[in-house]
């Protein structure tokens, strides 16, 4: 991790691969304000993970989850689709699915940006990155007018 360039460095994923991801200004903050505090509670090496149980190793999946269920309930959170309650996991289909709405929505390339989108999150094939888009019936819609625009358009091409 790297907080001056607000780049975070993700290493060996399930694919063996790594990647850089860039990190917004809040959450850079908030990270140099966690780091201080960790700090002051023992030394930071780069082999440590970033976030510490409370004895100082690595955080188990099921304190994980348990911290996940207080912020869903406090938060109001209600699931939707066919589970129930929100998953860690639903929060990245939700940033995909919200991420292609905005760039329709603001006119963007978003077959040009979906390469980047699916880097970012880690997928080693495009494919995997339009599967998220496939539940959500708006962004159906939207694949079916640019469809249908794109069809228009090679049948104008070949008209003689």
């Known amino acids: ?7 975070l460095t993700i290493r060996n994923t399930k694919f063996r691969k790594s990647r850089h991801v860039p990190m917004h200004v809040t959450v850079v903050a908030a990270l140099r304000r966690y ?3 960790r700090a002051r509670h023992g030394a930071l090496s780069k082999d ?12 188990a999946e099921r304190r994980i989850n348990k911290i996940f269920q207080k912020l869903r309930t406090k938060l109001g959170w209600a699931p939707r689709g066919g589970h129930r309650e929100v998953r860690i996991h639903d ?3 939700t940033f995909i699915c919200r991420r292609v709405q905005l760039w329709h929505e603001h006119g963007a390339d978003i077959d040009n940006r979906m390469a980047a989108l699916s880097t970012y999150v880690g997928h080693a094939k495009i494919s995997d990155t339009y599967w998220y ?18 069809a228009a358009n090679i049948e104008g091409d070949h008209r003689v």
Do not use: K, Q, Y
Request: no cysteine; net charge negative.
């Open 133 to 150: 888009l496939t539940a959500v019936p708006e962004l159906m819609a939207v694949s079916g007018r640019r469809f249908e625009l794109f």
């Open 48 to 59: 440590s993970p970033l976030f510490l149980s409370s004895e100082g190793g690595f955080i």
């Open 35 to 37: 780091l201080e505090v």
């Open 1 to 7: 991790m790297n907080l001056d360039s607000a780049v």
């Open 91 to 93: 929060l990245r289909h």
